[in-house]
C-alpha cells in the first residue's frame, strides 16, 4: 500500500496571498521562486509552481519553506499576520 502524503489544501481566496507572502519573504532574501526550489529546497521548480499554484502543497514541503525562510507556516498560508516563525 503506498504511503499518503499529507496535504495542505489553501483554499482558493487565500492562494493569491500564499503566492505574495512567499514571493515576499523569498526577495527579502535575494531569491525567486526557481533558485529557491532549485538550489535551497532541491525540488523540481515546475512541481513547485504546480503545486503552489494549485494550493496543494505537502505539508513537508511547506516545513521546508518556512524553516528555510524563517517564517511560520501560519504566516505563509495567511493565517498569521506576522511572519514570526517562533510562534508556529
Known amino acids: 500500500m ?14 493569491g496571498e500564499f503566492k505574495d507572502r512567499l514571493d515576499a519573504v523569498l526577495k527579502k532574501e535575494g531569491l525567486n521562486r ?16 504546480k503545486q503552489i499554484n494549485s494550493g496543494r502543497i505537502p505539508m513537508h514541503t511547506l516545513d521546508r519553506i518556512s524553516l528555510h525562510l524563517n517564517v511560520s507556516v501560519n504566516y505563509l498560508i495567511g493565517l498569521e499576520a506576522k511572519p514570526d516563525a ?3
Do not use: A, E, G
Not at 503506498?2 to 492562494?15: A, F, N, R
Not at 526557481?34 to 509552481?49: A, E, I, M, P
Open 2 to 15: 503506498p504511503k499518503l502524503k499529507s496535504m495542505i489544501q489553501i483554499p482558493p481566496y487565500k492562494i
Open 34 to 49: 526557481k533558485s529557491f526550489s532549485n538550489q535551497v529546497l532541491r525540488v523540481d521548480y515546475c512541481n513547485l509552481n
Open 86 to 88: 517562533s510562534d508556529s
